[in-house]
């Protein structure tokens, strides 16, 4: 599995941005495993933001709840996170993380921080006020 993000970048407060993570490995379909993003902001420990079981179940960061939407297209082995409304404090870095194994609801996933198996090197967002 080998997970590349994309997306990020700089944007003023209010604005938005789509984080993408291709798939790229053909082990296991993005259907087949529980997808993530995570964040890591300098000098914070890393968080969960959004994750998708595999029945499609979702859950949120109370931080970003109305705000960001996880979504999948498992025709393109690809995985999305749609960021409205933007706030400086969501400047961090954004990590896509899946595992086909993890037997964990989709709220305990995001609470997990480590447990997921594969993990993307990130794309980094900033946010400006």
């Known amino acids: 599995v080998q997970l590349v993000e994309s997306g990020g970048g700089s944007v003023q407060a209010g604005g938005s941005l789509r984080l993408a993570c291709v798939n790229s490995g053909n082990k296991y379909s993005t259907n087949a495993m529980i997808m993530g993003w995570f964040r890591q902001a300098p000098g914070k420990k890393r968080e969960g933001v959004a994750v998708i079981a595999r029945d499609g179940d979702t859950a949120y960061a109370d931080s970003v709840k109305g705000r960001f939407t996880i979504s999948k297209d498992n025709a393109k082995n690809t995985l999305y996170l749609q960021m409205d409304s933007l706030k400086p404090e969501d400047t961090a870095m954004y990590y896509c993380?899946?595992?086909?194994?993890?037997?964990?609801?989709?709220?305990?996933?995001?609470?997990?921080?480590?447990?997921?198996?594969?993990w993307g090197r990130g794309t980094q967002v900033t946010v400006s006020s």
């Open positions: 993380a899946a595992d086909p194994y993890l037997s964990l609801t989709a709220i305990q996933a995001l609470g997990s921080r480590g447990d997921f198996a594969y």
